[in-house]
């Protein structure tokens, strides 16, 4: 049984040509750029956010800095339409996000969350949802494990893995369904160093492969590390966007520059 | 004391002397019970998962009002049964008062609200974590409350425990609509209200102690078998 | 994996309900559903002569066993095919209104005061029982009555208003209403060392009689007449009427009367087969 009409696959009944993996992509549109336009929240008399015009497009990967509270986090998970703002629209290719759309949408959340099934069955899961059958689903899964490095865990149950596991396990979930996008919310946040780099590695190789990668970080040396553009908000507003050599090199704003050098800004 | 003890001794004899009167009142309790708990349970799970997952005008009312009805008394809702099943009543012409199901219809209304409060809960918690995940999926509310009924299961089981504990030992509202007529409506409690009434009380104490023992060997089958279940899910 | 747990799970609880309205389906046409009193009930009758009638007819006897007020709201309900209590003002005015073809005479036992083996009334041996009453309500001793609306406890008013005496006036004091079945009531009484009435038959069967004792019996006024009478199927439709009238038929017959006397316990009879079919009351 399909679950969803995101593949935008035949009737079951028709026979499938067999075009390989894009093929299935064929029925619905791309979902980049994701543009946000006036996107703003206020709690308690604070700005959270006010961002007047964002986008996403194009390839590479982004990763959003600031300190804490500076509402990336926030500002991630209204683009990814899990919440809305108070005022200002997101749009996915000129559409506003939709149910049918997040097969070609990719999420690792900050703590993620996994289901009370095996590691193998959480990645097949996820691929069943956006409309694979049973076989495709199970193969592909069983790529996207080997591809986490993770083909000795397939059987293991998802909640009893280790942090890093965990992590690794969700994106490599995230990934399996080969979205246009992938969003990363503080990923490696207080994983071991190895975890750490096979995550790293996994993003790269995604965002090599031409995946659009925004990702959450608070280790500047990772930020250098992954990115090829560096955005930084401060108080619910983007400060700085820039290559990530300039970002570090030149800071345009003092507010970079004081994060760079280690200065805390607190709101 | 040597009422109690004289109930130990009912109580071995009847368990070893394999009555087979016994048995009968044994199976239909548990067919009756646990079918209502089915029955409610097919019916409150979706509902206490709806429940967690919508937000809709008058929701704390049905909350607040399901929570209040875990306390419906027996025979309240005994009488109420009655009345509609009575030849007199709404439902009258199904001819299905002092029959097993009118005392399934009974405990299903009894137990219901039990299980979809507790459902309600224990989803309600788990869809605070799973929310902007289950998004992602890309899956519709059926999918959505499906695979939140699935990954609450082993929680659940308690509310269905719980559901069938209530249903096992009432008495109130199967003595009215069953009748507690030998050989077809009788059950464990209506049989010891049965022996107390004709002053055996130790004899209706040993059956006391039998539906205790009967309760508590469901409870740890499930709790085994969960356990196995949970081993093999982990595996 | 999910789905098809959720499916199975759903389809043995359907399948189990189906099963359930299946066994009452087929059962239907061999049953018949008596409404009666309790003390034919709890002093086992049913459990000898209906057997003997079921082998012989093919045909189940349903007792549901409540107090006689209880019975005959349930058959004026229609739910019921035979009513077989004992009030029999009740029970004549259950069939002047329509309810009932007509009502039959089946067997009689009698009642009796029961009370503590020290008897602070003094009412052992008394022969009227509305002296008896009167003792004990001049006294203030404790009383337990079912006041349930039962033929016994409809009795027990009766012999109230014959001696003068308003008990009701006292309830909560000495006379405590049980608002209970007769068993339930003699367990009370037990325990509060308090009088009681019973029928003869529920009282000999009754396990927890401790130190109490039968201490006025014999009084013509204490005389149990219980009577039969088949639910009237032109306000019940859906009654058996024909099985019902069968059944009828055999307990006022030679052999239902013969089965009913030949019940005893500890060597005692405990009902009196009195029927004269041909000739209702």
């Not at chain 2, 419906?72 to 008062?97: D, E, H, I, N, T």
């Not at chain 3, 099963?19 to 046409?29: E, F, K, R, Y």
Request: hydrophobic share 50%.
């Amino acid at each position: 049984m399909r679950w969803s009409l995101c593949l935008g696959l035949p009737p079951k009944d028709m026979p499938m040509h067999d075009d390989g993996p894009s093929a299935l992509q064929t029925g619905t549109t791309p979902i980049l750029p994701i543009t946000g336009k006036g996107l703003f929240v206020r709690r308690k008399g604070r700005d959270l956010l006010d961002v007047q015009d964002i986008t996403i497009g194009g390839r590479g990967t982004t990763v959003l800095v600031g300190p804490n509270g500076a509402g990336k986090s926030l500002m991630l998970n209204i683009l990814a339409g899990l919440k809305a703002p108070d005022r200002g629209t997101v749009l996915w290719n000129g559409v506003p996000p939709s149910r049918s759309r997040y097969c070609r949408f990719g999420m690792v959340l900050q703590s993620a969350v996994l289901l009370r099934r095996p590691a193998l069955s959480n990645i097949e899961y996820a691929l069943r949802a956006v409309g694979h059958d049973k076989v495709e689903a199970r193969n592909r899964a069983h790529r996207a494990l080997a591809d986490a490095g993770m083909t000795k865990l397939a059987s293991a149950s998802a909640r009893v893995l280790s942090g890093g596991e965990r992590q690794r396990l969700a994106l490599a979930r995230a990934l399996a369904v080969q979205p246009d996008v992938l969003f990363l919310d503080e990923p490696t946040s207080s994983l071991d160093p190895a975890s750490v780099l096979a995550i790293e590695r996994m993003v790269k190789a995604a965002s090599d492969g031409g995946m659009r990668i925004v990702l959450i970080a608070h280790d500047l040396a990772q930020a250098r590390r992954v990115s090829n553009e560096i955005m930084m908000m401060h108080n619910g507003r983007i400060i700085e966007t820039a290559p990530t050599d300039r970002f570090f090199d030149a800071p345009k704003s003092a507010e970079a520059a004081a994060f760079i050098a280690g200065k805390i800004l607190i709101s | 004391m040597q009422d109690f003890a004289a109930s130990f001794a009912e109580a071995f004899q009847l368990v070893f002397g394999l009555n087979s009167g016994l048995l009968e009142v044994v199976w239909l309790s548990l067919r009756v019970s646990l079918t209502a708990v089915a029955v409610a349970a097919v019916i409150g799970l979706p509902l206490g998962a709806f429940l967690a997952v919508s937000r809709f005008p008058g929701r704390a009312v049905i909350i607040v009002t399901l929570t209040a009805m875990m306390g419906l008394p027996p025979v309240v809702v005994g009488l109420v049964v009655y009345l509609m099943l009575s030849s007199a009543g709404a439902l009258g012409p199904l001819q299905l008062l002092y029959t097993p199901t009118a005392m399934i219809i009974a405990q299903s209304i009894l137990v219901l609200p039990i299980i979809a409060s507790l459902a309600r809960q224990t989803l309600e918690d788990l869809h605070v974590e799973y929310r902007d995940q289950l998004m992602l999926f890309g899956l519709g509310s059926l999918a959505r409350l499906r695979t939140l009924l699935w990954e609450g299961r082993y929680s659940l089981l308690t509310a269905l425990l719980a559901g069938f504990g209530r249903a096992i030992a009432e008495v109130g509202a199967v003595i009215i609509v069953g009748g507690n007529i030998n050989h077809v409506t009788r059950v464990m409690t209506t049989t010891i209200a049965l022996e107390t009434s004709k002053g055996n009380l130790a004899l209706a104490l040993g059956l006391g102690i039998i539906l205790v023992a009967i309760a508590f060997a469901v409870n740890a089958l499930v709790f085994v078998s969960r356990a196995a279940a949970e081993r093999y899910a982990h595996a | 994996m999910m789905k098809a747990a959720i499916r199975t799970s759903m389809f043995r609880s359907v399948m189990a309900v189906a099963m359930t309205l299946c066994t009452v389906a087929l059962a239907g046409d061999r049953h018949i559903i008596v409404q009666s009193t309790t003390s034919t009930q709890n002093s086992g009758l049913y459990d000898h002569i209906l057997p003997i009638y079921e082998a012989a007819a093919g045909v189940q006897v349903r007792v549901v066993a409540v107090g006689t007020g209880q019975a005959i709201k349930n058959a004026r309900n229609c739910d019921g095919d035979v009513l077989l209590v004992h009030a029999k003002s009740a029970e004549e005015a259950f069939v002047g209104q329509g309810y009932g073809k007509q009502r039959f005479d089946v067997m009689y036992n009698d009642f009796v005061i029961v009370g503590p083996r020290d008897d602070p009334a003094g009412i052992r041996g008394l022969s009227e029982a509305t002296e008896a009453l009167k003792a004990i309500a001049s006294l203030s001793l404790p009383f337990a009555s079912r006041a349930d609306d039962s033929g016994t406890h409809q009795k027990e008013m009766q012999l109230w208003r014959d001696g003068g005496v308003d008990p009701i006036a006292d309830s909560g004091t000495w006379y405590r209403e049980t608002g209970s079945g007769m068993g339930a009531t003699l367990n009370i009484a037990v325990a509060m060392n308090a009088y009681a009435m019973t029928d003869r038959a529920t009282w000999i069967s009754f396990g927890n009689k401790a130190e109490h004792s039968v201490l006025v019996e014999g009084d013509p006024d204490l005389f149990n007449q219980y009577g039969v009478i088949l639910v009237s199927s032109e306000k019940c439709p859906n009654t058996r009427a024909e099985a019902g009238q069968h059944f009828i038929n055999w307990l006022l017959g030679p052999d239902g009367q013969e089965a009913i006397a030949a019940y005893s316990l500890d060597g005692m009879q405990l009902f009196f087969p009195n029927a004269r079919p041909n000739d209702p009351s």
